[in-house]
């Protein structure tokens, strides 16, 4: 969902910016649909990667361990 977000904010922004001259030798700013999509999944992979070796460590502990160590 963030990620939709991210890619709506983005393409605003190329949009607000494709207007502005650049000079000769600069493209207008655009969205390539297969980076965006790219670019979520990767980070949606690493988010869920990094979620997984504290939710891990939590599971295997039993409950009273757990408030002991706090």
Known sequence: LSGGFGIAGAAGLMAALS???LGD???PPK???STAAL???SLGIAGV???LYPARRAA???PVEALRKE
């Open 60 to 62: 295997l502990l039993e």
């Open 39 to 41: 670019a979520v999944i």
């Open 49 to 51: 990667a990094a979620g």
């Open 31 to 33: 969205l390539v649909a």
């Open 19 to 21: 207007k502005v001259s």
């Open 25 to 27: 030798g600069f493209d």
